[in-house]
């Protein structure tokens, strides 16, 4: 069993900056990718960035430039360090990541999602 847990949301003005935290623990063998996705109210969720082990990055266009998507793989954590955030940053924003268990199982598992607030 595996767990992800999220911290570092909150409530910030318009050009401010936020870091989030996702840890992941459990029965875990090895994480390969890992990233974050947001979802606002009414929208779909949408990809924001991801990392493989090997730290290739991914942004999607809208924070592409603000963003920035880092790992320790040591502590199986990952972090999103969000800069000139904006309005439409406003969503809850939820981790995720590849995991290959001590059983040999693949596992892709959640974070319960942390809200950030951007206040024009």
């Known amino acids: 069993q595996v767990q992800l847990v999220e911290s570092g949301g909150g409530s910030v003005q318009a050009g401010g900056s936020l870091r989030l935290s996702c840890a992941a623990s459990?029965?875990?063998?090895?994480?390969?990718?890992m990233g974050w996705h947001r979802q606002a109210p009414g929208k779909q969720r949408e990809l924001v960035a991801t990392?493989?082990?090997?730290?290739?990055?991914y942004y999607g266009d809208s924070v592409k430039g603000r963003f920035t998507i880092s790992r320790d793989s040591a502590k199986n954590t990952v972090y999103l360090q969000m800069n000139s955030l904006k309005p439409d940053d406003t969503a809850v924003y939820y981790c995720?990541?590849?995991?290959?268990?001590?059983?040999?199982?693949?596992?892709?598992?959640w974070g319960q999602g942390t809200q950030v607030t951007v206040s024009s």
């Open positions: 459990g029965s875990i063998f090895r994480v390969d990718v």
């Open positions: 990392i493989t082990g090997d730290g290739n990055t």
């Open positions: 995720n990541a590849h995991i290959t268990t001590w059983t040999m199982s693949p596992v892709i598992d």
